[in-house]
């Protein structure tokens, strides 16, 4: 079959032609429909992420058609559309007993650890195929198992509820889940804190109050939107320690900031006037877990997280393709993914 690989760090990805991966009894084998091309690829390709089980196949946002199954998988059948769960685990180790398997002693990555999507097959534990409904497209089954599913993840560490207000700091490609799966779950008043015109302006379209940063502290718009309470759970997705700042400082009495951007600074908070005083909550964010996946599919398929065609670009699987898409990457703000489709130069 054809793969695109990676073969050396900080060198362009290659076609290959490997063998079709042998399935096990508790396997499935996937025949890739969408893969979707994520910044941490870009950060593989890169070195800034290590991997050293090279070569690998990357693509951890994965959809296809079931091929084949082993004798033990009961959950999906040959033929069945699927969406892949990207993290491989044990699923008997302390983490995994209490159904949270991002921090599996053992867990392995599918595009890192172990060969990804952006393949003509992929052979993946049974338990991570979920099985996706004809209302969702394959590149929308794809690309909501990364970004969707760890914006749901954020907002379940949050202990979002109907009718609470949130402030969604950046509105890339988490921000833009996170804000339709907030007015999923029917939330309060809703504002998107950005420094970029068009997405304050498609923020304003989605139904959100766009705060913009760049004409006063984001802190003072928030409390004064709200009549001095504050909000009661902020998302901070930027990663920057004055953006987390920010969300912390802008709950009101019980508000949870769950932090999901990655930063290497510190973040300086004084202790009793905005902590203690209000009982607030900062929540570190990692990943996601199976367990939130059928939500998520369930919000995809009736229609309440959606990614418009716009948003989407497509090519072929293909290196040269697929290397100047993480090259486009690298430098781009706005939050249209491309996905693989192979066979289909669309
Ligand atoms: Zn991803
Ligand atoms: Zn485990």
Redesign the pocket.
């Known amino acids: 079959m054809r793969a695109v690989r990676l073969v050396q760090i900080g060198r362009p990805l290659q076609n290959v032609e490997i063998p079709i991966p042998e399935i096990g009894p508790s396997d499935v084998l996937i025949r890739v429909a969408a893969a979707?091309i994520?910044?941490?690829?870009a950060h593989y390709r890169g070195g800034i992420s290590t991997i050293d089980n090279l070569p690998v196949t990357l693509g951890?946002?994965v959809a296809g058609r079931v091929e084949k199954v082993g004798t033990n998988v009961a959950n999906v059948a040959s033929g069945d559309r699927v969406c892949v769960h990207y993290l491989v685990y044990c699923g008997a180790c302390k983490f995994c007993m209490r159904g949270s398997e991002q921090f599996c002693r053992s867990g392995q990555m599918i595009g890192k650890h172990r060969d990804g999507g952006y393949a003509e097959f992929i052979k993946v534990p049974g338990a991570n195929a979920f099985p996706l409904p004809d209302e969702i497209p394959f590149e929308v089954g794809a690309i909501m198992m990364?970004?969707s599913a760890t914006a749901l993840h954020a907002l379940n560490k949050a202990r979002f509820k109907a009718g609470e207000s949130i402030a969604i700091f950046g509105l890339g490609g988490l921000g833009f889940s996170a804000l339709q799966l907030a007015r999923a779950f029917n939330c309060g008043d809703l504002y998107v804190v950005e420094i970029n015109p068009a997405k304050l302006a498609s923020a304003a379209n989605m139904g959100a109050v766009a705060i913009d940063a760049r004409s006063a502290d984001p802190v003072d718009q928030i409390k004064e939107a709200t009549a001095g309470r504050g909000a009661d759970v902020a998302l901070e997705l930027i990663g920057s320690a004055k953006t987390m700042r920010q969300a912390v400082l802008c709950l009101g009495a019980l508000g949870r900031a769950a932090l999901v951007g990655l930063t290497a600074e510190s973040m300086s908070i004084h202790p009793y006037t905005e902590l203690i005083n209000k009982e607030v909550e900062i929540v570190g964010v990692s990943d996601h877990l199976a367990s939130q996946l059928p939500t998520l599919i369930e919000f995809a398929r009736s229609g309440k997280l959606k990614f418009p065609s716009e948003t989407l670009r497509f090519v072929d699987l293909d290196a040269t393709q697929i290397n100047a898409a993480l090259d486009a990457l690298q430098d781009s703000i706005d939050h249209v993914r491309t996905v693989i489709v192979p066979g289909s130069d669309r």
Not at 38 to 41: E, I, K
Request: glycine fraction near 12%.
């Open positions: 979707g994520c910044h941490s690829d951890h946002e990364c970004s």
